[in-house]
């Protein structure tokens, strides 16, 4: 079975009402076993939300409901042919790219129960979820979502978001990034998957985090308990996690489009900048890795941002397309 085929059989198992425990374990660990398999999966789902975004879009809506009008008029007709030429449009490239890597087609998914949730560079999204608990999306990240009778499992796939959890103690919400699970009641919480880290603030209420198990399924004791205010980062599971006291309004300001630095490392400061753009600013020369930064910032304003920094700092910036170039204009 190829990667791509794999993950299309993963994704049909964990949309199944009675998938169990193990197997989301299972595909834990198969999706994180190769590179391979997450790129296969995260492919698949990049595919899925194209497919559901257009099949959801207002003017699709607007098609649908005009073709299934009890008026069956020429125009009628019109507007339905052209809602099924439009999602067949959209269908037969991706079913092809599908196709050709060995995968079933997309049409084997079911478009109108939507698990997985995926914003763009420099996109936020919100989230309502059935029970009303809300999910804000940060900018290029990807959840699944996984509701049952009995809990509320969501796994943050890439990327960060602020989870605002509709209380309900008979099944609790659980968040899995990485090798950390959080689970809440109700409360208020940040997640954010790093390349090396996964970091969870609490904004409100009180949360626990353990480490997921990395084989078998015998639930494991309770890795921390944050008060509100606080934020762990964990790196590895060789080294204990850090618990440390933040600023909430500072941490979650991404929430209203804004990135805060104070006395951040500049080489650190332009990491961040990148995520929210697809222009990126490279800067070179060792100088820069000696500068700090403090201030708040437009998110996805990379014209602006470099504009400030050459005002703070002896830097000059030269843009040639999608990438801005920073460089010492003099010694420190």
Partial sequence: MTGHTAAADWDARLRNPDCSDAERSAFRDWYE????????YELLQ????????????????????AALNERHNDDKRRYALVACLAIF???VPVAANFMMRGNPPPSQIDLEAPTYYATTVGQRSGITLEDGSVITLNTDSRVHVD????????????GQALFEVA????????????????????????????ETAVEVILVEGKVE???VPASGWKKPAPLVQLASGERLVATSKASLPEVTKIDISKATSWREGYVTFENTPLTEAIAEMNRYSTVRIV??????????????????????????LQVYFPIEAQREGNVIVLKMSQPL
């Fill in 46 to 65: 990049e595919s899925v939300s194209a497919l559901l975004s257009v099949a959801h879009s207002p003017e699709m809506r607007a098609l649908r409901d």
């Fill in 283 to 308: 800067p070179e020369g060792d100088g820069i890795s000696n500068l700090h930064i403090t201030g708040l910032f437009r998110a996805g304003q990379q014209a602006r941002f470099t504009e400030a």
């Fill in 209 to 211: 985090i353990e480490e």
């Fill in 167 to 194: 209380k309900d103690p008979s099944r609790p919400f659980i968040v899995t990034a990485g090798d950390q699970r959080v689970v809440a009641l109700g409360t208020t919480f940040d997640v954010r998957l790093n």
């Fill in 147 to 158: 509701y049952s009778g009995e809990q509320r499992l969501i796994t943050l796939l890439k």
């Fill in 33 to 40: 076993a190769d590179p391979s398999h997450r790129e296969a």
């Fill in 89 to 91: 449009a959209l269908m």
